[in-house]
């Protein structure tokens, strides 16, 4: 076997300040952070967890076993945005909900989940988005529901130690934005690609416009809140994305509803409690809605089938007047009244 030349690997090391050239090279790196996050923050950019399985499953670890009193909140991205979890607390004599919803996705395995937990004795609010609900592999996100709920099964220690490490530096720097602010987002974004013959690019999806919390609270974008052009550009997003898939029609429907029943069946059976809720949505998107997912075929029948209580807001004269500023999720000050004018309607409905 030929061995290397001893000159190979005893080569020199170059005469240099090392030293001075290992501070002017950090000196360059913090600068350059340093512009990247003042750049992002002068955008609007605040810091804010990432939506994570982990970040689900320490939520989902809140909810007690055999306690009555909890209230768990599913569906998609409407009811994390519209519920203020202070004032639903501060309202509801100390009782702070488990936010399990997940934007973007249906969330009909996670209440399957619930249903199945003989454990669970407690009060679910379910959202009812109707393009994600009745539609339920629509959703660009949708697979992250069986992550999440396969990473509550098979979870590792090391998973939550990750988590732990993250979290004060998402806190600190609004950069670190995974979802809008990562080199691959940043390049789809600007990287669009056009239809062609044989190949279909999907809708992009809503850019950034709300930050996480560490008890999953999410609060829309302050220049989602008042910015047209923003506003415009989202709502251009979600008509093409609400049309993606056909909702269920037919024996499709008929056996969708039939499980949704069975589940609430056995809610019910063991004293837990579910509440359908319906959230405002305006504009063109709420007339799209409408259209395909008409209510007396979806939302009534969803009720009149499984005998489950609902709020629908378009029902309720202080619930009816919101505007949604993108036309699918209430702005920060909207979501803490419209949790208040909630509450006194969920409480009735769930005592009769």
């Known amino acids: 076997m030929e061995k290397w030349p001893e000159t190979y690997w005893k080569r020199p090391i170059p005469t240099a300040h090392w030293q001075g050239v290992s501070l002017l090279t950090g000196l360059i790196v913090i600068t350059f952070l340093f512009i990247w996050e003042c750049y992002w923050r002068i955008e609007g950019y605040d810091p804010g967890l990432e939506e994570s399985a982990?970040?689900?499953?320490?939520?989902?670890?809140?909810?007690?076993?055999?306690?009555?009193?909890?209230?768990?909140?599913?569906?998609?991205?409407?009811?994390?945005?519209?519920?203020?979890?202070?004032?639903?607390?501060?309202?509801?004599?100390?009782?702070?909900?488990?936010?399990?919803?997940?934007?973007?996705?249906?969330?009909?395995?996670?209440?399957?989940?619930l249903s199945e937990d003989e454990s669970f004795k407690g009060t679910i609010i379910c959202g009812i988005t109707p393009g994600l609900f009745f539609a339920p592999d629509a959703a660009p996100t949708s697979l992250d529901v069986k992550a999440y709920l396969k990473h509550m099964e098979s979870r590792s220690k090391s998973a939550y130690t990750d988590f732990l490490l993250s979290v004060p530096l998402e806190s600190a720097f609004a950069s670190l934005n995974k979802e809008d602010l990562s080199l691959r987002q940043l390049m789809m974004r600007h990287l669009r690609l056009k239809n062609r013959e044989g190949a279909q690019v999907m809708p992009p999806l809503p850019p950034y416009f709300g930050r996480i919390t560490r008890d999953r609270r999410y609060h829309m974008w302050s220049r989602m809140e008042h910015d047209p052009a923003i506003q415009s550009y989202v709502q251009q997003i979600w008509m093409p994305l609400f049309q993606m898939a056909p909702p269920?029609?037919?024996?499709?429907?008929?056996?969708?509803?039939?499980?949704?029943?069975?589940?609430?069946?056995?809610?019910?059976?063991?004293g837990a409690k579910i509440l359908f809720l319906r959230c405002p949505s305006t504009g063109e998107l709420l007339d799209l809605e409408r259209k395909m997912h008409p209510r007396e075929a979806y939302w009534d029948r969803l009720l009149e089938e499984t005998g489950a209580p609902g709020?629908?807001?378009?029902?309720?004269?202080?619930?009816?007047?919101?505007?949604?500023?993108?036309?699918?999720?209430?702005?920060?000050?909207d979501a803490v009244s419209f949790t208040r004018e909630l509450i006194p309607h969920v409480h009735r409905l769930l005592a009769e």
């Not at 599913?74 to 009782?95: H, K, P, T, Y």
């Open 54 to 113: 982990e970040l689900w499953v320490i939520e989902r670890a809140k909810v007690k076993p055999e306690n009555p009193d909890e209230v768990v909140l599913l569906g998609s991205s409407r009811i994390a945005f519209d519920i203020d979890l202070d004032v639903w607390e501060q309202d509801s004599g100390g009782i702070r909900p488990a936010m399990l919803a997940r934007v973007g996705t249906n969330p009909y395995l996670f209440l399957k989940e």
């Open 248 to 270: 269920f029609a037919g024996e499709g429907l008929d056996h969708y509803i039939l499980s949704v029943k069975e589940m609430v069946q056995k809610l019910n059976s063991r």
């Open 311 to 333: 709020i629908h807001y378009e029902d309720i004269p202080e619930l009816a007047g919101y505007d949604c500023p993108e036309w699918s999720h209430l702005s920060r000050s």
